[in-house]
Antibody, heavy 119, light 107 residues
Framework: QLQLQESGSGLVKPSQTLSLTCAVS??????????WSWIRQPPGKGLEWIGY???????YYNPSLKSRVTISVDRSKNQFSLKLSSVTAADTAVYYC???????????WGQGTMVTVSS | DIQMTQSPSSVSASVGDRVTITCRAS??????LAWYQQKPGKAPKLLIY???SLQSGVPSRFSGSGSGTDFTLTISSLQPEDFATYYC?????????FGPGTKVDIK
């Protein structure tokens, strides 16, 4: 059974770069037909899609975050990563990684990791 | 960008009640609409995809309908484990947007 697990720094200073990794277990990140997304949720608020990377390596980002976001994949480690630059307090959130299938929905999610932006 | 709205923002209901949540897209999205359930401190769980298809393992009391811009999620007989927040999500042109959520709590 495929599982996702986020990891990374839980505390980031303003103006610095947030870096997170999602480890994929129980399946290959290179399997065709899937994309791998990052989604975030500020405390007490709703969900915001950040972007995704296809198995082919193509990436698509939320236009509101596009200038600050980079999503990459490391096939040798079966994981994908998120970098968000120039963070502010508004980037404080629980960050989830998730798999999107041909049905255009996110069927498998990681447990989420809290990232706080504070000096 | 496609914007999503949900109504109501919250609903109080009793066990056994029928609950309906509405989601509206700012432009047509065919049937590319999904519904999720989220409980506090947990990741969202996929309930419905492609507007009306039930995700494997999800109880049949959950159903979805709609196409174009207007969609509904119905819980036919609310169970204690259904008290949660529900989100709709659209997929269009290599982008995804979630609705603001509907909280279902105990009356």
């Amino acid at each position: 059974q495929l599982q996702l697990q986020e990891s990374g720094s839980g505390l980031v200073k303003p103006s610095q770069t947030l870096s997170l990794t999602c480890a994929v277990s129980g399946g290959s990140i290179s399997s065709g037909g899937y994309s791998w997304s990052w989604i975030r949720q500020p405390p007490g608020k709703g969900l915001e899609w950040i972007g995704y990377i296809y198995h082919s390596g193509s990436t698509y980002y939320n236009p509101s975050l596009k200038s600050r976001v980079t999503i990459s994949v490391d096939r040798s480690k079966n994981q994908f990563s998120l970098k968000l630059s120039s963070v502010t307090a508004a980037d404080t959130a629980v960050y989830y990684c998730a798999r999107e299938t041909r049905i255009f929905a996110f069927d498998i999610w990681g447990q989420g990791t809290m990232v706080t932006v504070s000096s | 960008d496609i914007q999503m709205t949900q109504s109501p923002s919250s609903v109080s209901a009793s066990v056994g009640d029928r609950v309906t949540i509405t989601c509206r897209a700012s432009q047509g999205i065919s049937s590319w609409l999904a519904w999720y359930q989220q409980k506090p401190g947990k990741a969202p769980k996929l309930l419905i995809y492609a507007a009306s298809s039930l995700q494997s393992g999800v109880p049949s009391r959950f159903s979805g309908s709609g196409s174009g811009t207007d969609f509904t999620l119905t819980i036919s007989s609310l169970q204690p484990e259904d008290f949660a927040t529900y989100y709709c999500q659209q997929a269009n042109s290599f982008s995804f947007t979630f609705g603001p959520g509907t909280k279902v709590d105990i009356k």
